[in-house]
T-cell receptor, first 109, second 114 residues
Framework: AQRVTQPEKLLSVFKGAPVELKCNYSYSGSPELFWYVQYSRQRLQLLLRHISRESIKGFTADLNKGETSFHLKKPFAQEEDSAMYYCALLYSSASKIIFGSGTRLSIRP | ETGVTQSPTHLIKTRGQQVTLRCSSQSGHNTVSWYQQALGQGPQFIFQYYREEENGRGNFPPRFSGLQFPNYSSELNVNALELDDSALYLC?????????????FGSGTRLTVV
């Protein structure tokens, strides 16, 4: 069955430290993955898509099909990165996006 | 270009009642998906509408139903409300299949069932 797992509910790091938000997925087809972010009092918004191989706000994510992972990384955390982060999988045969339970990232000054 | 708008923003209903939530999709988007987000959890897929037809459904009972109109706006209807239906309901619009652009989300409707 298709599933997205984010093992950490909360991740707290110091400003300037590296960040890695973990995401693992279960999907029998060819996966298409996203990271969404929700800043305080704002709506859920797309951060990046694996098909674009982009870096947004210093964040990158690499799809590792062998480990079925799509971890989100940033080399130097900034205070404005504090937010809720959701990993998501496009379940193409059902045209729906499945979300993980989310990780709250807290950056300490 | 306008984003996704949802109404109302907050709603309180009594157990057993019915509720209708509304969503206007982003300009150019013809697919609308609805999600339920309980406190502390990620969004759970309810269903998706494309060209006024249901195009995929999650594990929600039939008392959750929807509509999409020719202008691509959508409604989510929930009958016989239960306490566990209390949640944030999110609407998201997209192009078909959402492959490249992902979803654009509204701010949600917070439903409280008492």
């Amino acid at each position: 069955a298709q599933r997205v797992t984010q093992p950490e509910k909360l991740l707290s790091v110091f400003k300037g430290a590296p960040v890695e938000l973990k995401c693992n997925y279960s999907y029998s087809g060819s996966p298409e993955l996203f990271w969404y972010v929700q800043y305080s009092r704002q709506r859920l918004q797309l951060l990046l898509r694996h098909i674009s191989r982009e870096s947004i706000k210093g964040f990158t994510a690499d799809l590792n099909k062998g480990e079925t992972s799509f971890h989100l990384k940033k080399p130097f955390a900034q205070e404005e990165d504090s937010a809720m982060y959701y990993c998501a999988l496009l379940y193409s045969s059902a045209s729906k996006i499945i979300f993980g339970s989310g990780t709250r990232l807290s950056i300490r000054p | 270009e306008t984003g996704v708008t949802q109404s109302p923003t907050h709603l309180i209903k009594t157990r057993g009642q019915q509720v209708t939530l509304r969503c206007s999709s982003q300009s150019g988007h013809n697919t609308v998906s609805w999600y339920q987000q309980a406190l502390g959890q990620g969004p759970q897929f309810i269903f998706q509408y494309y060209r006024e037809e249901e195009n995929g459904r999650g594990n929600f009972p039939p008392r959750f139903s929807g509509l999409q109109f020719p202008n691509y706006s959508s409604e989510l209807n929930v009958n016989a409300l239960e306490l566990d239906d209390s949640a944030l309901y999110l609407c998201a619009s997209s192009l078909p299949a959402a492959r490249r652009e992902g979803y654009t989300f509204g701010s949600g409707t917070r439903l409280t069932v008492v």
